[in-house]
């Protein structure tokens, strides 16, 4: 069974920073283009980041430019998000995402931005943020 798990989360300061991983296990794991999306009480699941299967093409929410980076290590299936400065605002549960259909050179620096474009997601791991 192919399964996202996601580590990191936890409760920091304003200002402070977190690391996200999301670690890809299974044996029929396909990889493709890994997205991070969050969701805060009340509110819909909202884009963070996303990352082209070849690792050379991001997209970041504007709320987040200059203060979180993706990076991923396709030996290892994992993705990584460091987050910096971080604020109330992005208290949410983080989920992390691939899109299993647009794996491999054809799609290399394909980068997807909605719900819909991800079939495989992860469980979800909290970040609160105190001010």
């Known amino acids: 069974q192919v399964q996202l798990v996601e580590s990191g989360g936890g409760l920091v300061q304003a200002g402070g920073s977190l690391r996200l991983s999301c670690a890809a296990a299974?044996?029929?794991?396909?990889?493709?283009?890994m997205g991070w999306f969050r969701q805060a009480p009340g509110k819909e699941r909202e884009f963070v980041a996303a990352?082209?299967?070849?690792?050379?093409?991001?997209s970041y929410a504007d709320s987040v430019k200059g203060r979180f980076t993706l990076s991923r290590d396709n030996a290892k299936n994992t993705l990584y998000l460091q987050m910096n400065n971080l604020n109330p605002d992005d208290a949410a549960v983080y989920y992390c995402?691939?899109?299993?259909?647009?794996?491999?050179?054809?799609?290399?620096?394909?980068?997807?931005?909605?719900?819909?474009?991800?079939?495989?997601w992860g469980q979800g791991t909290q970040v609160t943020v105190s001010s």
């Open positions: 990352i082209s299967w070849s690792g050379s093409i991001t």
């Open positions: 299974g044996r029929t794991f396909s990889s493709g283009p």
């Open positions: 995402a691939v899109d299993q259909t647009r794996g491999g050179p054809l799609y290399r620096n394909y980068v997807g931005r909605l719900v819909y474009d991800y079939d495989l």
